[in-house]
């Protein structure tokens, strides 16, 4: 009985955890680029052939409401479409059984789109209409794949690379990706990647499980990585960056000269100078490394020398955020600034580490 229960269980739709931003999204959407599609297709072929077709309704919903979908993909609606439309055009061709020939057609549409990654659910559709879409889709011919079958996948595509730019939605879809592992230029692998869940962990179990899911490996470490990093706040608490940062920066200011920037460097045994303007907001930073570059230029001020892209962090943020930056990216410091971008604080590598073992000491004392 609990077996048949746990069964009828899996019949329950699970929760869409699409934000109402994106859903409302997702509807306006496809509503924009279907009815530029089918204005744009009407005026350039007319009403006497077939201008629009019914799968494009099902191209819409992927395109806009799941734009980071992997079967969402520029390459996988236009060439999902009209692969399928070709194939279904040579079955109806060929075959003299209808229903031979529309499943058939699915089915090789199916293998053909997975063998050129352009699958696209909409073509197992765009399949059936090439069979069973009527005398004008037969009169057409191969004509039928090109228009209206490309030139609308095409139109829709384009109305999609406009409306998910204007609304800064990443697509055609790119995971963020991580600054490469080797910051010495070595074999080594990324710190991160030496410990937990790799890339080739994550490609090596798809692979065993052989199934096609809707998500990119990408994509799916990048959540890994978020889970892990709730997880060990959960574990460890919520240590800000206003807990651990040292408060009494050294700072210097853009005209100051390199000599004495150097000093200050050497007097107080620091790595980094954050650089600022009126009221200590942060304009730039300057490091040894930054000194080493300038060796063999006529620079004389900190001004000339320093970074002006300064990663930074703000005081109530959690340290667990900045371990990849520290552990994968080369950052060595981080200047910790309010909302107006004035220094408050400096967070190094060696107060984030003294901070996770400590929390780690206070978490197993509180356990014994």
């Not at 998500?215 to 978020?226: F, K, P, V």
């Not at 706040?233 to 050294?250: K, T, W």
Request: aromatic fraction near 6%; include cysteine; proline fraction near 7%.
């Amino acid at each position: 009985m609990q077996r048949l229960s746990s069964w009828l269980k899996a019949f329950w739709p699970a929760p869409l955890p699409a934000s109402l931003r994106e859903r409302l999204l997702g509807g306006i959407g496809a509503f924009i680029g279907l009815l530029v599609t089918e204005i744009v297709s009407r005026y350039m072929l007319g009403i006497s052939v077939p201008w629009f077709v019914a799968p494009m309704g099902a191209s819409a919903v992927l395109l806009f409401a799941v734009p980071a979908s992997p079967l969402a993909q520029p390459w996988s609606i236009v060439g999902g479409n009209f692969v399928s439309a070709l194939i279904g055009i040579g079955c109806a061709h060929w075959i003299p059984d209808p229903a031979l020939a529309a499943t058939l057609a699915v089915g090789l549409a199916i293998i053909a789109m997975f063998q050129l990654r352009c699958l696209h659910p909409p073509g197992g559709a765009m399949a059936l209409t090439s069979v069973l879409g009527g005398p004008e889709v037969e009169r057409l011919g191969v004509l039928f794949a090109f228009t209206p079958v490309a030139l609308n996948s095409l139109l829709l595509l384009l109305t999609a690379l406009l409306f998910n730019a204007a609304l800064r939605r990443r697509y055609p879809h790119r995971s963020a990706e991580v600054p490469a592992a080797a910051q010495h230029h070595t074999a080594d692998p990324k710190p991160s990647d030496r410990l937990g869940v790799r890339p080739e962990d994550l490609q090596a179990v798809l692979q065993e499980r052989g199934e096609m899911i809707d998500i990119s490996s990408t994509d799916l470490e990048e959540i890994l990585l978020a889970a892990e990093q709730r997880a060990w706040r959960r574990r460890f608490g919520v240590l800000r960056c206003a807990d651990v940062m040292s408060r009494d920066v050294v700072t210097i200011t853009a005209d100051a000269t390199l000599e004495s920037a150097w000093a200050q460097l050497a007097h107080h045994r620091v790595k980094a100078l954050p650089v600022v303007v009126d009221e200590d907001r942060l304009i730039g930073i300057i490091t040894l490394h930054d000194f080493l570059l300038a060796q063999e230029m006529p620079w004389e001020t900190v001004g000339e020398v320093m970074s002006a892209d300064v990663f930074t962090a703000s005081p109530d943020q959690s340290i667990v955020d900045l371990v990849p930056a520290f552990s994968d990216r080369g950052r060595h410091h981080v200047p910790i600034v309010d909302a107006d971008n004035r220094v408050v604080g400096m967070l190094t590598q060696s107060d984030l580490v003294a901070a996770l073992f400590q929390a780690g000491l206070d978490q197993a004392l509180a356990g014994c």
